[in-house]
């Protein structure tokens, strides 16, 4: 069915100052793509709606909700700004994560809002009745339950409109968002993909469509699909804090480190400019992680003691492209991530408790204190960080929180499998580990993280390493290293495991890609380098 006529056409390409918008925030020139929306509000709040659609194809939430209004007030009439609006407040459709009663009651509020106006055309009302969908009933109906129902909504609505590339664009990023994270086929990100390669040649321009392309592409054995989105997002979008943070998502799942440093270092300063604190963040704990890949444990340093600064401009109520957890978890994470990619095991067993309302996030402080404790001998505290660990978890079980909860489950099966290596227990200690180390390779990460805290089939190679089983190490390192490419702790640990076993040919395997991974690392370098390399040569 096609977009029946006669409608305006909300299109915009936003290269110079908007009328009444802050354009003095990104240099006096705003860019944030092409966006075109057919719409039946009148010709005044046009500049308004396409601005903000630009701005929600870009996940930058709370200025998109401005824009809405104001398109809104505008024109009393506009019942799609409010569709516009109840997405926005949905929020990022990949934060795993129970939505929080205030936020769907706003979203739900803005769909009543847009029905009492009442839509002009058919189309306009099946886009807010698709979107109601993931509010109805929320206090009785589950969260994945009303993603489904959205999704499938979305299908229909591209199905009816074949000529619209904004629906088909939703309906791909639906797909994306309620994929499975236990289902390895990739079903549906593959489909979400190919829609959106469809979609891209004829609009080069289009925010959405390279963003969504990374999203669906999210996944190991799909990242090298992602590049050139990768690589052309932020040049659409420059003016988006997300659009310059994104590309991470793919550089890191292909070990790009130092280019992952660079979108982030642009995308951490767009976000303070913007008063995006959680967005910060997040930019901040990929950058972290990319540094310590690379070594350069004095700048992701820096990262950490640039925390107690940032944590002051946090604003809880803020709406921004990354959901609430975003800011607690880098908060958790960064400091977590630097003493345990070093290796530090005094400094995690000393990290500071900062207890919030994310269990999740908590559990990340209780994970590297138990690793650190246990590593140190301290199996007093290490069982007190598996008790904890353990009440997390309970917690998150009951929330329906299940994805997280699992994740959380094996942090716990870790530091147990430690605790109980240190004890003196080896079989049973590595009977946990691996089970911990299957239940990871289960599921996806999540895109709040750039990787796991301390990947568990990586912490069962140098389990094997310490049990002298050094060929066993090796094949749990390969298996990380297939899913975390060009990871420096996976590799070192390699190389420690190709050394023992005696293989020249092994120890080159590895050996080459580290020195390349860690040639521009600080100096003097990391203790481990120095040792190992010279035991390469012995």
């Given at each position: 069915?096609?977009?029946?006529?006669?409608?305006a056409?909300?299109?915009?390409?936003?290269?110079?100052?908007?009328?009444?918008?802050?354009?003095?925030?990104?240099?006096?020139?705003?860019?944030l793509?092409?966006?075109?929306?057919?719409?039946?509000?009148?010709?005044?709040?046009?500049?308004?709606?396409?601005?903000?659609?630009?701005?929600?194809?870009?996940?930058?939430?709370?200025?998109?909700?401005?824009?809405?209004?104001?398109?809104?007030?505008?024109?009393?009439?506009?019942?799609?700004?409010?569709?516009?609006?109840?997405?926005?407040?949905?929020?990022?459709?990949?934060?795993?994560?129970?939505?929080?009663?205030?936020?769907?009651?706003?979203?739900?509020?803005?769909?009543?809002?847009?029905?009492t106006?009442?839509?002009?055309?058919?189309?306009?009302?099946?886009?807010?009745?698709?979107?109601?969908?993931?509010?109805?009933?929320?206090?009785?109906?589950?969260?994945?339950?009303?993603?489904?129902a959205?999704?499938?909504?979305m299908?229909?609505?591209?199905?009816?409109?074949?000529?619209?590339?904004?629906?088909?664009?939703?309906?791909?990023?639906?797909?994306?968002?309620?994929?499975?994270?236990?289902?390895?086929?990739y079903?549906?990100?593959?489909?979400?993909?190919?829609?959106?390669?469809?979609?891209?040649?004829?609009?080069?321009?289009h925010?959405?469509?390279?963003?969504?392309?990374?999203?669906?592409?999210?996944?190991?054995?799909?990242?090298?699909?992602a590049?050139?989105?990768?690589?052309?997002?932020?040049?659409?979008?420059?003016?988006a804090?997300?659009?310059?943070?994104?590309?991470?998502?793919?550089?890191?799942?292909l070990?790009?480190?130092?280019?992952?440093?660079?979108?982030?270092?642009?995308?951490?300063?767009?976000?303070?400019?913007?008063?995006?604190?959680?967005?910060?963040?997040?930019?901040?704990?990929?950058?972290?992680?990319?540094?310590?890949?690379?070594?350069?444990?004095?700048?992701?340093?820096?990262?950490?003691?640039?925390?107690?600064?940032?944590?002051?401009?946090?604003?809880?109520?803020?709406?921004?492209?990354?959901?609430?957890?975003?800011?607690?978890?880098?908060?958790?994470?960064?400091?977590?991530?630097?003493?345990?990619?070093?290796?530090?095991?005094?400094?995690a067993?000393?990290?500071?408790?900062?207890?919030?309302?994310?269990?999740?996030?908590?559990?990340?402080?209780?994970?590297?204190?138990?690793l650190?404790?246990?590593?140190?001998?301290?199996?007093?505290?290490?069982?007190?960080?598996?008790?904890?660990?353990?009440q997390?978890e309970?917690?998150?079980?009951?929330?329906?929180?299940?994805?997280?909860?699992?994740?959380?489950?094996?942090?716990?099966?870790?530091?147990?499998?430690?605790?109980?290596?240190?004890d003196?227990?080896?079989?049973?200690?590595l009977?946990?580990?691996?089970?911990?180390?299957?239940?990871?390779?289960?599921?996806?990460?999540?895109?709040?993280?750039?990787?796991?805290?301390?990947?568990?089939?990586?912490?069962?190679?140098?389990?094997l390493?310490?049990?002298?089983?050094?060929?066993?190490?090796?094949?749990?390192?390969?298996?990380?290293?297939?899913?975390?490419?060009?990871?420096?702790?996976?590799?070192?640990?390699?190389?420690?495991?190709?050394?023992?076993?005696?293989?020249?040919d092994?120890?080159?395997?590895?050996l080459?890609?580290?020195r390349?991974?860690?040639?521009?690392?600080?100096?003097?370098?990391?203790?481990?380098?120095?040792?190992l390399?010279?035991?390469?040569?012995?």
């Open positions: 069915m096609s977009v029946v006529a006669p409608l056409i909300a299109a915009v390409v936003l290269l110079a100052p908007v009328e009444g918008q802050q354009a003095h925030q990104h240099g006096g020139a705003e860019k793509g092409t966006v075109r929306f057919t719409t039946s509000c009148t010709t005044a709040a046009q500049p308004a709606f396409a601005r903000a659609m630009a701005l929600l194809h870009s996940f930058e939430f709370a200025p998109a909700i401005e824009g809405f209004t104001a398109a809104g007030t505008t024109d009393p009439g506009c019942a799609i700004a409010y569709w516009g609006i109840a997405l926005s407040r949905w929020g990022n459709p990949f934060a795993a994560g129970i939505k929080s009663p205030a936020q769907l009651d706003a979203g739900r509020a803005a769909i009543a809002r847009a029905k106006i009442g839509a002009k055309t058919d189309r306009e009302r099946d886009y807010i009745a698709a979107a109601e969908r993931l509010f109805a009933d929320f206090e009785k109906i589950d969260q994945r339950t009303r993603l489904l959205y999704r499938d909504a299908s229909d609505l591209a199905a009816r409109y074949t000529d619209d590339p904004e629906a088909s664009a939703f309906y791909a990023l639906a797909l994306a968002a309620s994929n499975d994270p236990t289902d390895q086929t079903a549906s990100l593959i489909k979400a993909g190919a829609i959106l390669e469809r979609l891209a040649p004829a609009q080069p321009d925010p959405g469509f390279v963003h969504y392309i990374i999203h669906a592409y999210d996944v190991p054995p799909l990242a090298p699909k590049v050139n989105a990768a690589r052309g997002y932020a040049k659409i979008a420059p003016s804090p997300h659009a310059l943070h994104m590309p991470s998502h793919t550089f890191t799942r070990g790009y480190w130092q280019e992952s440093v660079d979108t982030n270092i642009a995308s951490a300063a767009a976000a303070r400019r913007e008063k995006s604190t959680g967005e910060e963040l997040h930019a901040m704990d990929y950058q972290t992680y990319a540094y310590l890949q690379m070594a350069q444990d004095r700048a992701a340093s820096r990262l950490v003691d640039a925390l107690p600064e940032v944590v002051t401009r946090i604003n809880p109520g803020a709406v921004s492209s990354s959901p609430p957890i975003a800011g607690v978890f880098a908060l958790a994470a960064i400091p977590a991530r630097y003493a345990l990619e070093r290796r530090a095991w005094d400094e067993v000393r990290l500071e408790l900062r207890p919030s309302r994310f269990p999740h996030a908590d559990a990340i402080t209780w994970f590297t204190r138990g650190g404790a246990a590593h140190t001998g301290d199996l007093q505290t290490a069982r007190a960080a598996i008790d904890a660990l353990q997390l309970a917690q998150l079980t009951k929330a329906g929180e299940g994805y997280w909860a699992e994740q959380v489950a094996i942090q716990r099966l870790g530091v147990t499998a430690w605790a109980a290596f240190k003196g227990r080896t079989e049973e200690a009977t946990t580990m691996r089970d911990a180390a299957d239940r990871e390779d289960r599921t996806e990460k999540n895109a709040v993280t750039p990787g796991p805290i301390a990947p568990a089939r990586e912490l069962l190679g140098y389990m390493i310490a049990a002298k089983r050094p060929a066993d190490a090796l094949a749990a390192f390969d298996i990380t290293l297939a899913k975390e490419p060009n990871r420096y702790r996976a590799l070192a640990g390699a190389l420690e495991a190709a050394r023992l076993t005696g293989s020249r092994a120890v080159s395997k590895y080459a890609p580290l390349t991974l860690t040639s521009k690392a600080d100096v003097p370098r990391r203790p481990e380098i120095a040792a390399e010279t035991g390469a040569r012995q």
